[in-house]
């Protein structure tokens, strides 16, 4: 790559452009997962639309491969060269409290949206961590605290605009054009570069929520005392229980420290007496070590499942189950239970209500019929993805004959994110059209340093 080229591409752009060795590069590619970085040929910093087309442009005279990111919740691939656009810069919150939506640019984190929305007796629907991204965790599916009162976040968007693998800026919609609708709300970034995207908000101000805290030795039933609860519940009630080995550390909790715990997380959209009411059952689970609960402004709901805004290496895996009976909580819990060679945190959602529902405009979000998302995430100290792959290879092939495929938002990277992991999001028929919509949209696959979703090969039948 010449000189000169970097010269020009800096000129036609707002934000820096970085190569290996510049000031700043480093802390430009590295997200909230340290155990992959990408290692681009060279960085835009985009800070306007205009910056994201020069680059995407850039890179397609020069046959250069995309990776774009925002926070690096969602690594797949690594970019080993290529281009890397990172959107961080990109902030903007436009709240329509009359129309009820949010439109966002590329950059924008929940918690800016949260906080934006709250003074209307609004809010997105978010996920658990409130630090992520909203265009990538919306584009790919959205699982979030409240998913079964209102569904996937991914259904709710109205429009967005698109860089193209052409550099053109598209305004996208399900009326203006269906088919690119259809498959980037679900394909994420495989179709071009997302850089705003306008969203419905529901109207939420508070919630009944927290949580429960036990003793896994000393409930080993939990999980399924967990799961009969959860199936009797009113789409109101959003629940999951994760299993968590607790360091013996200062910081946390002295009842939980140094335990493998159970905690049962509540999102409860129903008044603070009928949540506590149907709550009850499930302090007669086990012997409770904390609770937490209680009738709180949306704007602390990150307090429920409250996970740490830090960077830390991790490799994660997911699986939609198509039921959650005794053989498999059984299985789960000879494989990563608390007698696992391998620590790990493992949870289980509660999906249904909502999400079984087909949404206003479709899209390609797939496995609306799962009752329940399993993920399970493995800290990386002093560990390699590799070493995980024996762990992560016996537990999901021992869950097959249960699952309908995987969660697109929850996949790891490396090969937890292969061609067959990226196959298990989607339903068969639809990951035929994705891709033929590829190779009418993006043939050279431009953007593949992602859950990539190669265009269809020559011949195949037209798209959509």
């Not at 949010?102 to 929940?110: D, I, M």
């Not at 709250?118 to 699982?143: C, E, K, R």
Request: hydrophobic share 40%.
């Amino acid at each position: 790559m010449k000189h000169t080229d970097i010269q020009t591409l800096a000129s036609r752009v707002a934000g820096p452009v970085l190569l290996p060795g510049d000031e700043g590069y480093d802390e430009e590619r590295t997200g909230a997962n340290l155990a992959v970085r990408h290692e681009p040929e060279v960085i835009v910093g985009a800070s306007r639309a205009e910056d994201v087309q020069e680059a995407v442009r850039f890179a397609a005279e020069r046959g250069l491969p995309v990776a774009v990111q925002c926070t690096g919740h969602g690594y797949a691939a690594a970019a080993r060269s290529g281009l890397l656009v990172t959107t961080g810069r990109m902030t903007g919150v436009e709240v329509d409290p009359e129309r009820r939506t949010v439109t966002v640019e590329a950059g924008a984190r929940f918690e800016q949206v949260i906080s934006a929305t709250a003074p209307h007796g609004l809010a997105p629907l978010n996920g658990s961590a409130p630090h992520v991204g909203v265009v990538s965790y919306v584009l790919g599916g959205g699982v979030g605290l409240l998913v079964r009162t209102y569904g996937y976040a991914a259904d709710r968007v109205r429009g967005l605009e698109l860089v193209t693998a052409q550099g053109e800026l598209r305004a996208v919609t399900a009326e203006s054009d269906p088919d690119l609708y259809w498959a980037v709300v679900g394909g994420r970034d495989n179709f071009g570069i997302v850089t705003r995207l306008e969203m419905d908000l529901v109207p939420v101000s508070r919630v009944y929520g927290g949580g429960f805290f036990y003793d896994a030795e000393a409930a080993p039933g939990l999980l399924n005392a967990y799961v009969r609860w959860a199936d009797g519940m009113p789409r109101e009630m959003n629940s999951s229980v994760a299993l968590i080995p607790m360091p013996d550390d200062p910081e946390v909790p002295e009842p939980l420290r140094g335990r493998h715990v159970y905690h049962v997380r509540i999102a409860c959209t129903g008044r603070a007496e009928e949540g506590e009411r149907l709550v009850a059952p499930l302090r007669e689970a086990g012997p409770v070590l904390m609770e937490t609960l209680r009738d709180m402004p949306y704007t602390q709901s990150a307090a429920i499942h409250d996970e740490p805004p830090v960077p830390v290496p991790f490799q994660r895996e997911t699986a939609m189950l198509r039921e959650a009976g005794d053989d498999v909580l059984r299985t789960l819990l000879e494989h990563a239970g608390p007698q696992a060679q391998l620590p790990c945190v493992v949870e289980l959602r509660h999906l249904g209500g909502a999400v079984a529902e087909p949404p206003r405009h479709p899209n390609s979000v797939a496995h609306r019929d799962a009752p329940y998302l399993l993920s399970v995430v493995t800290l990386l100290f002093g560990a390699t993805a590799e070493d995980t792959r024996p762990f992560y290879e016996k537990l999901f092939t021992a869950l097959e004959p249960f699952s309908s495929g995987a969660g697109l938002n929850f996949l790891g990277f490396g090969a937890n994110a292969g061609e067959d992991r990226v196959r298990a999001a989607y339903a068969p028929a639809d990951l035929a059209r994705l891709a033929r919509l590829k190779a009418v949209h993006d043939p050279q696959n431009l953007f593949r340093l992602n859950y990539n979703i190669p265009p269809a090969a020559a011949g195949a039948n037209s798209a959509d």
